[in-house]
């Protein structure tokens, strides 16, 4: 026990030591008045009172001006966020007021390349907050605010805006119950494929979300002859979502038959050594019926933060998939069926 303690003591004063040193290399080049006061905006942050860590800085803006307090202003840059997601999580009234001041900053700095990345930094992050019932709205006012001023102005930042407008979308979309199950995994699939797929380094989980995605647009172009008023709602309710998957439906509505022999080929390589593409095929459309069938007039159940739907399952879990890929059905195209 003693000896836990110790090492634990050992990496605690590490921890400290190289926390001095990063404060130290922060402060080089400030004068000294303010690097005093902002040493001590430092430490309030580090000790999580992000609110006065803020005020420190916001009283050294307003008393200083010019080259002296560009530091004050990128450590203000990193704080702001952590003030907003503290307000998140602790559902308080300040978030209105807090965000409106972030803005005022955002409007009084120069947009460059560093404070782009804190705001893309902010976006992905408050993503994640969604969580958050109440705040759902609010992300999505936050995304628009951030567009409407024009904060991002590097072209590869507008994916950042598409993004972060189709994850507010998706939370809306997965309860309407105008939505089918079919093309709720249609869109998730589309927006993957869109923003997710090419950060995924590791092979096997890149295989495994290709193949999902190529699954769920086989599903599509199985399902949208039927269905084209569904998709059409969903082009109009949900038009950031629909662009991750309006090129396939135009391929779909062009050439049906061409569309579904590139989808084959882009899931052959997943599929068993034995299963030829004829039998790729017909096993592709015996798991569409089944989720199809599985997910029919769905009752939405909520338990938590995660809703599900309540269903009779047509095919064991432990199963082999009828897609023919050698993995389980509850591993693959029944992932989605409980």
């Not at 952590?82 to 803005?103: A, M, S």
């Not at 002859?225 to 062009?254: C, G, L, Q, R």
Request: with cysteine; proline share 2%; charged share 35%.
């Amino acid at each position: 026990m003693d000896s836990n303690k110790d090492i634990l003591n050992t990496i605690s004063d590490s921890n400290r030591r190289f926390a001095k040193k990063k404060r130290e290399e922060d402060l080089l080049g400030v004068p000294e008045k303010v690097a005093a006061e902002l040493e001590k905006a430092m430490e309030q942050e580090d000790n999580g009172y992000f609110d006065k860590a803020k005020d420190i800085c916001e009283q050294i803006l307003a008393t200083e001006e010019g080259r002296n307090v560009e530091k004050v202003k990128l450590t203000l840059a990193r704080i702001y966020p952590k003030v907003l997601e503290t307000d998140i999580y602790d559902c308080n009234k300040r978030y209105q007021t807090d965000v409106e001041d972030y803005f005022k900053f955002l409007d009084s700095i120069t947009m460059n390349d560093l404070m782009q990345e804190y705001v893309v930094e902010t976006l992905a992050k408050f993503c994640e907050l969604m969580e958050n019932e109440w705040y759902r709205p609010l992300f999505r006012e936050f995304v628009a605010a951030v567009e409407k001023k024009g904060y991002l102005t590097k072209e590869e930042y507008r994916k950042t805006l598409d993004s972060a407008y189709a994850s507010a979308e998706s939370v809306v979309y997965f309860d309407d119950n105008k939505v089918s199950i079919i093309m709720k995994n249609v869109l998730k699939s589309g927006y993957e494929r869109a923003y997710v797929l090419a950060g995924v380094e590791e092979t096997d989980k890149r295989q495994k979300m290709e193949m999902d995605i190529y699954t769920n647009i086989y599903y599509l172009c199985s399902y949208y002859d039927d269905n084209t008023d569904e998709v059409e709602y969903i082009m109009s309710a949900y038009p950031h979502s629909y662009e991750t998957i309006e090129k396939d439906v135009e391929e779909i509505k062009s050439d049906k038959q061409a569309k579904i022999s590139k989808t084959l080929d882009k899931l052959a390589p997943f599929a068993a050594k034995n299963i030829d593409r004829e039998a790729l095929k017909t096993a592709l459309d015996k798991a569409y019926q089944y989720v199809l069938n599985s997910h029919k007039q769905p009752e939405l159940i909520h338990s938590g933060k995660q809703p599900y739907y309540r269903k009779n399952t047509k095919i064991g879990r432990n199963d082999l998939c009828p897609c023919g890929s050698g993995r389980k059905y509850k591993q693959c195209c029944g992932r989605d069926v409980k």
